[in-house]
């Protein structure tokens, strides 16, 4: 058996993240109550499922732009939390070990962009689900009585 540290993001917390994005929930009840290591880790997976259900989902080729356009910039997070330290800080991860409430917020903001984002994801494929089965249900040709 593996041994992890508990502060780690665990497969289970993962399963739950997914299943309330598939299930068109809100996260943020999940996020808020992770550590800062877990935000961090569950970003980066996030990150990672989000592009992976883009080219599952998607004809088009996956744009990051697509994405982090909608999240809000460091600068203007920075600004509206009155924080004077280096923007360098609040765009890395340093931030979050140093001041973790906040930092923490705007990873939580950023997976809630992703997750929003997924969900477009999803909404699209069903309608695209839904195109298909409409066509082959009126392609059906009725019985000749």
């Known amino acids: 058996m593996a041994i992890t540290n508990k502060n780690e993001l ?23 109550t992770w550590s800062s290591q877990q935000l961090v880790e ?9 592009v992976e259900l883009h080219y599952l989902l998607q004809d088009d080729e996956f744009v990051r732009e697509d994405v982090t356009r909608n999240m809000m910039p460091s600068a203007t997070y920075q600004r509206q939390q009155g924080c004077d330290l280096k ?3 609040c765009k890395g991860v340093e931030c979050i070990w140093s001041n973790p409430e906040c930092a923490g917020n705007k990873v939580k903001i ?3 962009v992703m997750a929003q984002t997924i969900f477009g994801y999803l909404g699209a494929q069903e309608r695209s ?7 082959k249900t009126s392609s059906i040709e ?3 009585s």
């Open 42 to 50: 569950g970003h980066g997976f996030l990150w990672d499922k989000l």
């Open 142 to 144: 009725k019985p000749v």
């Open 10 to 32: 665990r497969l289970s917390q993962k399963l739950e993240l997914m299943t309330a994005i598939f299930n068109r929930r809100s996260i943020r009840s999940i996020l808020d």
């Open 110 to 112: 950023n997976m809630e």
């Open 87 to 89: 923007l360098d800080y």
């Open 129 to 135: 689900n839904s195109s298909e089965a409409q066509a």
